[in-house]
């Protein structure tokens, strides 16, 4: 079956196919262990605007981000660093 035959069934029975870049980005096991995040919009005072926060439920690892929607790239980019710096000591 092509991408266009597909196409064509996905519309045919109501479906919509999502493009390869809106894809969701499943987030990393934190290096504890723990899969579990909360994630929050909290207002930080150093850059006097909103941001989302996303923090481990067992060990506390945070980071920050403006913006919603690159949250779980910048997640798993901090676990990789991370564990490379864990690895390195």
Do not use: H
């Given at each position: 079956m092509t991408l266009e035959e597909l196409k064509a069934e996905a519309k045919k029975q109501g479906y919509k196919l999502?493009?390869?870049?809106?894809?969701?980005?499943?987030?990393?096991?934190?290096?504890?262990?723990?899969?579990?995040?909360?994630?929050?919009?909290?207002?930080?005072?150093?850059?006097?605007?909103?941001?989302?926060?996303?923090q481990c439920k067992w060990c506390g690892f945070t980071i920050t981000s403006p913006t919603k929607k690159g949250i779980n790239k910048k997640w798993n980019k901090a676990i990789e660093e991370k564990k490379a710096n864990e690895a390195n000591n």
């Amino acid at each position: 079956m092509t991408l266009e035959e597909l196409k064509a069934e996905a519309k045919k029975q109501g479906y919509k196919l999502l493009p390869l870049n809106k894809m969701y980005i499943k987030m990393a096991m934190c290096t504890c262990g723990c899969s579990r995040r909360t994630t929050s919009r909290v207002y930080d005072i150093d850059k006097d605007a909103l941001v989302y926060k996303v923090q481990c439920k067992w060990c506390g690892f945070t980071i920050t981000s403006p913006t919603k929607k690159g949250i779980n790239k910048k997640w798993n980019k901090a676990i990789e660093e991370k564990k490379a710096n864990e690895a390195n000591n």
